[in-house]
């Protein structure tokens, strides 16, 4: 509809000023006024209709009024109907507005596209095999990617489904007993990151009892990837150690993707280590959520196991 108003709009320009080149200028002739003749009340019987109606008429936004057609043609029977060769164009608007809308009314409507299984079975498809909706191709393929955790990090994961971190986990409620399969899937995965999250909250008197030699490792080593999430939980674990950024950033495999390197984060406790930012860094390289280009030592692996067993023991003794 608005391509069809377009067109008609472009065309009674067209036909109403050919000669002019600015868009919106309208030349119409003036009639002089004889100031001894009185002016004639404006009454309903000799009331023009303004080039307005003419022009809804003409394109077909307005219906015609019988008054508005007879007015017309007895003006142009009169002679007393404008322009004549504003009278013809816009006649011959609407002759054209005609003819198109009877074109458009038999054309053959758009065909809705169908897959495959609707094409041969003339059924809808079902939702298992329909196409997964735009946006969901990268999680689909790293629903495919997830590997097996360790031995450790399932140790850890059943010891939050026991205190009670995964009850508003659907694919854990109504079950009694921990099971390993619920997380071969993505969402599951990351449900295993808030968890650790509150754990944090509820636990932060264990932070201080931790290895500082484990975790000064995997701050040394790096960020688990260059997303904004991983990189600054990293660094305030590396200004907690006072390590200097370049150190790290100059051997980083990330560099030159990564839109922080070389950065130092302000306004960081020094003095207290935050449990969440340790919970953070570990579970990320625990779950193997990292870049695909890093390649993780096994020295970093072995101290974030380290730091696994370390939360679970401390967890229970205090």
């Known amino acids: 509809m608005a391509l069809q108003r377009n067109l008609l709009c472009r065309r009674l320009h067209s036909l109403l000023n050919p000669k002019t080149s600015h868009p919106l200028t309208f030349k119409f002739p003036h009639r002089p006024i004889a100031s001894s003749v009185a002016l004639e009340p404006q009454t309903e019987q000799n009331q023009k209709p303004p080039l307005s109606t003419f022009f809804l008429e003409a394109v077909g936004l307005s219906e015609k009024t019988a008054t508005n057609g007879g007015e017309r043609e007895q003006q142009e029977e009169e002679g007393d109907g404008g322009d004549p060769e504003l009278q013809n164009n816009l006649r011959q608007l609407e002759e054209e507005v005609r003819s198109f809308k009877e074109k458009t009314k038999n054309m053959p409507k758009k065909p809705e596209r169908r897959s495959l299984y609707s094409a041969f079975t003339n059924k809808l498809s079902p939702v298992s095999i329909s196409s997964p909706p735009r946006g969901k191709d990268e999680n689909a393929r790293r629903e495919q990617q997830v590997k097996a955790l360790s031995p450790d990090t399932l140790a850890l994961v ?14 854990a409620k109504g079950k009694e007993r921990f099971d390993p399969a619920w997380f071969e899937k993505l969402h599951a995965l990351c449900f295993i990151k808030c968890a650790s999250k509150n754990f944090a909250r509820d636990n932060q008197e264990i932070a201080k009892w931790l290895s500082g030699s484990a975790l000064k490792q995997v701050a040394m080593f790096g960020c688990p990837s260059s997303d904004r999430g991983d990189v600054f939980p990293a660094k305030r674990l590396r200004k907690f150690f006072e390590v200097p950024e370049n150190t790290v950033c100059s051997k980083c495999t990330l560099q030159q993707s990564c839109m922080f390197a070389n950065q130092t984060v302000w306004k960081c406790d020094t003095n207290t280590l935050d ?21 993780v030592p096994d020295e970093v692996k072995k101290s974030v196991n380290q730091l696994l067993k370390e939360v679970v023991k ?3 003794t205090t």
């Open 275 to 295: 449990l969440g930012i340790v919970m953070k860094v570990i579970t990320s390289y625990a779950l193997e959520s990292v870049h695909p280009q890093l390649v």
């Open 314 to 316: 401390l967890s229970q």
């Open 158 to 171: 059943e010891y939050f489904y026991e205190k009670g971190y995964f009850k508003e986990a659907n694919f």
